[in-house]
């Protein structure tokens, strides 16, 4: 059909070397595509770029890949995908490494990490949790949670939620997680739900670190609600 149409429209880019140019690499686009397809190469390409993906794949990164809907249920029906919901599959071919974090957000894509997991994971505490903790805007939902790991769901104004956000890419795939700053702020807010010896600990360790920020703590102190509470653990622990 592309080389019809050249024909039919030759007097048009005869004298028109960019035209002419881009239809030639259309035409090479065009062919290599056809040979995949009648070579059954096309869907071994397509494996391929899948099983070297991430664990967890979301629909348009299938579509980019070039998966129509029919192939990606053909995918699921063959035990290679596994829907996780609307927007997310789990790929049963990958064999990399994994995280918590990784795993969580798959299921929870707009959650961000958050209390004694984020404390955990920017080394504050010694407490190792025994769920993750990931926050959710009030007014959101989760329909699904994985089965492993365990998952205990903060559900945070809007403000809170959207606070202090940052996006974190490692060997596992990407999640979100509050900073520093973010994370101590909301351990002190919550602290009769944290326990009162965790929040001392996590305060006094995050001021040990040469890179802390004291003047953003404080901004964050304020705008959220525990500027007084915060001076009054300063106090204690300066």
Known sequence: MFALW???NHNII????????????????TFSYDMLKKTGREDSVMMSAISSSNHYITVKELTDLGLSYFKI????????????????????????????????????????FCMMSAARYYG?????????????ERTMKISTLPDWPAVNVWYFPEKRYSYGVDEITDDCGRFKIYDIEKTVVDI??????????????????????EDRNLIKLHRYADDLGCKKILGTYLEVLI
Do not use: H
């Open 73 to 112: 249920n053909k995918l699921v029906k063959e035990g290679i995908l596994k829907k996780v919901n609307k927007s997310m599959y789990e790929n049963t071919t990958f064999d990399g490494d994994e995280s918590d974090f990784s795993v969580v957000q798959a299921f929870a894509p707009k959650g961000v």
């Open 14 to 29: 005869k004298y028109n070397s960019a035209i002419i140019k881009k239809c030639r690499i259309m035409l090479k686009y």
């Open 188 to 209: 002190i807010y919550y602290r009769n739900k944290v326990g009162i010896e965790e929040t001392k600990e996590i305060l006094k360790n995050y001021l040990s670190k």
């Open 6 to 8: 050249i024909v039919e």
């Open 124 to 136: 504050l505490t010694t407490y190792l949790p025994d769920a993750v903790d990931i926050a959710i």
